[in-house]
């Protein structure tokens, strides 16, 4: 087990899924030191937790860093700092980022090179259940590693799954993302179908949601639906980068040319910033 009192835990990365991972953390007793690029993020860690002022410095105080970035770009950046970090013999990394399993790897193996540690941890799930501590984790590395790493995780999701060597949690977060890209194209053409056939969208989610076709992801996207209005759980940005992860990565399907066509067309729209829901807006002006 961690020993709260003398382990400092870094956190890179407070965006709209970092941000509410480290709060957990935090509310947990770990004494953390958290970085980010915009330093307004980090404001509302100051009372309890320490705000260092750069990536290097963050590294030389802690011994489990965790990381939680927006993509490839980022990542490959942040890491490169820290590769120019002096010692990093012991430590542990733990990014939980959605990127490339080639770089994941490519990561791994850079950080072992250094006599350190790292686990590729991304999660299941969007800002509420970051924000609840009931993520699904999915973790590539060693099992040393991951016992060393449990304290934190149980903090931060209901259930860690380890799948093997370094890479194999990306792996099934892109195979994860790529079923939820799928799923919310259809609900998205089920409910514009159902308008279609004079079918009220309050009617057709009632239905969707009370039968077997109904999951966790068509309960927590009805509300949106309903009011139209999609403020962002998950970026639809980020599903497309999730999409063209998992065509890069292998996916070659009868459904990935369409699931790549739409989303980047709501992208091309404007609507990337906005949730992924937001797919039906653009759906309904084709």
């Not at 980010?36 to 030389?60: H, M, Q, T, W, Y």
């Amino acid at each position: 087990m961690a020993d709260k009192k003398n382990s400092l835990v870094g956190w890179i990365g407070l965006g709209n899924m970092g941000y509410p991972m480290a709060k957990n953390l935090e509310k947990a007793g770990f004494p953390l030191s958290v970085y980010n690029r915009n330093p307004e993020r980090s404001e509302d860690f100051k009372a309890e937790s320490g705000v260092a002022g750069s990536i290097a410095e963050l590294i030389g105080n802690c011994d489990i860093i965790f990381t939680m970035l927006t993509n490839d770009q980022a990542v490959q950046a942040v890491y490169d700092q820290i590769l120019s970090v002096g010692n990093l013999e012991g430590k542990l990394f733990i990014d939980m980022s959605t990127i490339s399993q080639q770089l994941s790897i490519a990561t791994a193996e850079n950080i072992r090179s250094r006599e350190a540690s790292f686990i590729d941890a991304p999660v299941a799930g969007s800002t509420k259940p970051a924000t609840e501590g009931t993520l699904i984790i999915m973790a590539g590395g060693a099992t040393e590693d991951l016992d060393r790493a449990q304290p934190y995780f149980e903090k931060l999701g209901k259930t860690v799954k380890h799948l093997g060597k370094n890479g194999n949690g990306i792996a099934a977060k892109l195979c994860v993302n790529y079923f939820v890209s799928i799923l919310y194209q259809g609900l998205a053409e089920t409910v514009l179908f159902a308008e279609h056939q004079g079918i009220e969208r309050a009617d057709i989610l009632d239905i969707i949601n009370e039968s077997a076709t109904g999951s966790g992801a068509t309960k927590v996207k009805t509300p949106s639906l309903l009011a139209n209005d999609y403020p962002a759980a998950f970026a639809l940005d980020l599903m497309l980068k999730d999409i063209l992860l998992a065509k890069d990565n292998g996916a070659n399907f009868p459904l990935t040319e369409s699931l790549v066509q739409v989303y980047q067309s709501a992208h091309d729209n404007g609507l990337g910033e906005q949730d992924v829901m937001a797919i039906i807006k653009n759906i309904s002006k084709q």
